[in-house]
Nanobody, 128 residues
Framework: DVQLQASGGGLVQVGGSLRLSCAVSGFRNDNYAIGWFRQAPGKPREGLSCYSGVDSTTYYADSVKGRFTISSDSAKKMVYLQMNNLKPEDTAVYFC?????????????????????WGQGTQVTVSS
């Protein structure tokens, strides 16, 4: 079974950094894309970034471009989201998700409805 597990969340001060990890298991190869999403209380789910294991393309939403960096360690089957210069509005539960039907970020981007598999989230709280 495909499983995704996000970790690395926590409490950080404004301007601080966190690195989230997404552990991926259950795939026989790297033909998938991983997206990072977040959801704050009372707000819709927001797509943040995508990494493709097929063609190594990436995508960033405007809200995090220049602050967040997505990367992958294929040997460890991990995808990371490095978050810098965190702001109070970054407070949310962060999720990783996988797509196997359109696993290139150029086309997939972070359209949540296109992702097939979702993991449980990790809470990120940015205090001012």
């Amino acid at each position: 079974d495909v499983q995704l597990q996000a970790s690395g969340g926590g409490l950080v001060q404004v301007g601080g950094s966190l690195r989230l990890s997404c552990a991926v298991s259950g795939f026989r190869n790297d033909n998938y894309a991983i997206g990072w999403f977040r959801q704050a209380p009372g707000k819709p789910r927001e797509g943040l970034s995508c990494y493709s294991g097929v063609d190594s393309t990436t995508y960033y939403a405007d809200s995090v471009k220049g602050r967040f960096t997505i990367s992958s360690d294929s040997a460890k089957k991990m995808v990371y989201l490095q978050m810098n210069n965190l702001k109070p509005e970054d407070t949310a539960v962060y999720f990783c998700a996988a797509d196997v039907d359109l696993p290139t970020c150029v086309l997939l981007k972070v359209s949540a409805s296109k992702y097939d598999y979702w993991g449980q989230g990790t809470q990120v709280t940015v205090s001012s």
